[in-house]
């Protein structure tokens, strides 16, 4: 997850729907810390799912690595999807699965 110099996340956001995603799609994805504070945040085009990010922050404003967390969502014409909750990240990459969530 870290370099010497910069520490990074990547990943994937992706959904359980078996639904095409339309063109011009985009995932917003936010790298936190357990205080809520965003560390790093990237919007990406998201022709489909999974969608894959990387997130980069300086190491020295990351208290707690061991205990970072993401929340994303993912705007699309036919809906929005997003974490209801913060997910963990574990590892050197995350995995969010994220929900159908009502407009």
Same mark, same amino acid.
């Given at each position: 997850m870290a370099s010497e110099? @910069? $520490? #990074?996340? /990547?990943? /994937? @956001?992706?959904? %359980? +729907? %078996? *639904?095409?995603v339309p063109p011009g799609a985009v995932a917003t994805v936010k790298l936190v810390d357990t205080e809520g504070e965003v560390l790093a945040a990237?919007? *990406?085009d998201a022709p489909g799912v999974p969608a894959e990010f990387s997130l980069t922050v300086d190491p020295t404003l990351v208290a707690a690595p061991d205990k $970072? $967390?993401?929340?994303a969502m993912l705007r699309t014409e036919v809906g929005v999807w997003g974490t #209801? +909750?913060? @997910?963990?990240v574990e590892g050197d990459a995350? +995995? @969010? $699965?994220? /929900?159908k969530i009502d407009e």
């Open positions: 110099h @910069v $520490l #990074t996340v /990547t990943g /994937t @956001v992706l959904f %359980r +729907e %078996r *639904i095409a990237s919007a *990406i $970072l $967390l993401i929340w #209801t +909750e913060l @997910v963990p995350a +995995e @969010v $699965l994220l /929900t």
